[in-house]
């Protein structure tokens, strides 16, 4: 087996990287191309029930090359209509992750079922959008909601069930273990950190909807610390998510304990061509360092 | 990054175009774009229809919806929000271009006509509008162009009907090495059929939903493109691959719908 290559709840990826949700997701072509890019594997855009516009724009607002701030809102074309774009990557071979959302225990358990029928590999549920009135993180950081989200969710599917949290409350570890309980086969964290920006010359928040959601380099220490602090508490494989650019960021998250990684504003930045960075730089890293695969290296700053 | 600017300068174009133009550093290459942003109200894509060497950069907003009637109202000294510029930009090296522009569609191409000009290449130009009143730039063109075709709709100037209508004629009796196009899809689609037919390499800026503008979104997906980084302008040959082209369009929420 390659040095590379992954396995998390039975299912494979040829390396750790994965396009993370949210971007590039919208089209089936995209998914493909971040696959062919070098990617792993690819999460969907978050698909709900119906068709959803988001925000109007401003919906991005830059942060020199530190950090992204976003608000979209959630788009996407309802489940539906999405099922061409999954359909279009999985004939070309991609592995697909398929993230939902859904206001109910029920909603997110449809939805996951109508992705599973899809045929995709595994589903990420979207616990953790920190700017959806009625979504993500108002039903993800409650222990108990997100705990009935998981359980309605595993007993409707077949496919491995990530839960992807929220670092935007006080406990990580609190609800790291509420998705592990629940049945959750593994944890995707981190999701943006609530953030704002202000334009001072309008003296109003840039954002149409005002919060949004940081990204980038900034919250890569928010990312280690919840991946940090779950791998100390629960037992599930965990997918490591936040500001991952460099293969280093990938190397200190593996030691931090995650097992599989997802990279979102990093592929903007680069055209897709950071996958192949990652992959290269972190072979030599492991190499280097003397891990004969990515697994030697999961938690291994734990053991220090 | 985001900055303010100051709008210095509005030209009412036609009734229902108008340009603001207003002083912004980045260097921006012809065929580009700014994300413009009214506070409390959108932000949206707009192609630069001024760029250097012109000491005013400039867009030029045609009425379409709220957020675009809102430009047009705008005055001399109103700050708006900006980013970019983005995308690619026209290839300037040909040396006898044929611009062929629908209604707002000649804003886009006005400041590539120019620099290709400047360069030394001859520029022809077909502009076709609703009405004779709503034909963008037609003195801007005239004062560089070799010949300036003009169409309109209903007839009040130039030839009747759609500007593709004059292709044939032109295209046969002259030589040009490119086709450069910008205006409504249909439109375009003819256009690079007639360049096809007579062998001349086509360009042509797209438009589609903009969201990020940073190859992140996916909002402006065109087949296994993003409009906002690879393009806005694509050659003939990537067009005519892409299904969606003059055929589909995604909405808001990403969902492809008929052009």
């Given at each position: 087996m390659d040095a590379l290559t992954v396995k998390v709840a039975g299912v494979e990826f040829r390396n750790p990287f994965l396009l993370a949700s949210g971007i590039w997701g919208e089209s089936g072509a995209s998914l493909h191309r971040a696959y062919v890019a070098g990617a792993g594997g690819v999460v969907t855009k978050s698909i709900g029930r119906e068709p959803r516009t988001g925000y109007p724009n401003p919906t991005i607002e830059r942060l020199d090359d530190w950090g992204l701030l976003n608000a979209m809102g959630l788009p996407n074309p309802g489940i539906k209509n999405y099922a061409e774009e999954v359909r279009f990557a999985l004939s070309k071979g991609v592995k697909v992750v398929g993230s939902v959302f859904g206001g109910t225990p029920e909603?997110?358990?449809?939805?996951?079922?109508?992705?599973?029928?899809?045929?995709?590999?595994?589903?990420?549920?979207?616990?953790?959008?920190?700017?959806?009135?009625?979504?993500?993180?108002?039903?993800?950081?409650d222990p108990e909601l997100l705990s009935e989200v998981v359980r309605a969710v595993k007993k409707a599917v077949k496919v491995p069930v990530w839960a992807k949290l929220t670092p935007n409350t006080s406990d990580p570890a609190l609800l790291a273990a509420a998705a592990e309980s629940a049945g959750a086969d593994a944890i995707s964290a981190i999701n943006t950190v609530r953030a704002l920006a202000i334009d001072p010359v309008g003296m109003r928040p840039v954002l149409y909807h005002?919060?949004?959601?940081?990204?980038?380099?900034?919250?890569?220490?928010?990312?280690?610390?919840?991946?940090?602090?779950?791998?100390?508490?629960?037992?599930?494989?965990?997918?490591?998510i936040g500001g991952i650019t460099t293969p280093e960021d990938a190397f200190e998250y593996l030691l931090a304990g995650a097992t599989l990684l997802e990279v979102g504003t990093a592929v903007a930045d680069s055209g897709g061509t950071v996958f192949h960075t990652l992959a290269d730089g972190l072979r030599e890293i492991l190499k280097e360092r003397g891990f004969g695969n990515v697994a030697e290296a999961v938690g291994a700053a734990h053991r220090k | 990054m985001r900055t303010t600017v100051t709008i210095e300068e509005v030209v009412r174009e036609t009734p229902s175009t108008v340009t603001l133009r207003f002083r912004y550093a980045p260097t921006a290459l012809p065929g580009q774009?700014?994300?413009?942003?009214?506070?409390?109200?959108?932000?949206?894509?707009?192609?630069?229809?001024?760029?250097?060497?012109?000491?005013?950069?400039?867009?030029?907003?045609?009425?379409?919806?709220?957020?675009?009637?809102?430009?047009?109202?705008?005055?001399?000294?109103?700050?708006?929000?900006?980013?970019?510029?983005?995308?690619?930009?026209?290839?300037?090296?040909?040396?006898?271009?044929?611009?062929?522009?629908?209604?707002?569609?000649?804003?886009?191409?006005?400041?590539?006509?120019?620099?290709?000009?400047?360069?030394g290449s001859k520029v022809s130009v077909a502009l076709g509008a609703t009405t004779a009143n709503e034909i963008l730039f037609r003195d801007r063109f005239a004062r560089f162009a070799e010949e300036v075709f003009l169409s309109t709709d209903d007839g009040t100037e130039g030839r009747k009907g759609f500007v593709t209508n004059l292709l044939p004629e032109i295209l046969s009796s002259r030589k040009f090495d490119a086709v450069w196009s910008c205006g409504p899809e249909v439109m375009m689609v003819k256009t690079l059929r007639a360049s096809e037919e007579h062998g001349v390499p086509f360009f042509g800026s797209l438009e589609r939903q903009m969201k990020c503008a940073i190859n992140l979104c996916d909002a402006c997906a065109f087949g296994p493109y993003h409009v906002c980084t690879e393009g806005p302008v694509f050659d003939g040959k990537t067009l005519a691959s892409v299904e969606d082209f003059g055929t589909?369009?995604?909405?808001?929420?990403?969902?492809?719908?008929?052009?």
């Open positions: 909603e997110f358990a449809l939805l996951s079922v109508e992705m599973e029928k899809l045929g995709v590999g595994s589903i990420e549920l979207n616990l953790s959008c920190p700017h959806a009135k009625g979504y993500g993180s108002e039903i993800g950081a005002g919060l949004g959601g940081l990204s980038g380099p900034a919250i890569k220490p928010i990312g280690l610390a919840f991946i940090w602090q779950a791998y100390e508490k629960v037992r599930i494989p965990l997918v490591g | 774009f700014v994300m413009i942003w009214l506070p409390g109200d959108d932000e949206v894509p707009m192609s630069l229809s001024y760029v250097e060497p012109e000491p005013l950069k400039g867009v030029t907003v045609k009425v379409m919806g709220a957020t675009s009637r809102h430009f047009n109202q705008l005055e001399k000294g109103v700050r708006v929000g900006i980013r970019g510029p983005y995308g690619n930009h026209f290839d300037l090296t040909p040396s006898n271009i044929l611009l062929v522009a629908g209604g707002s569609g000649a804003a886009v191409l006005a400041p590539a006509a120019e620099a290709a000009h400047r360069r589909f369009k995604r909405d808001a929420s990403g969902q492809r719908v008929r052009a």
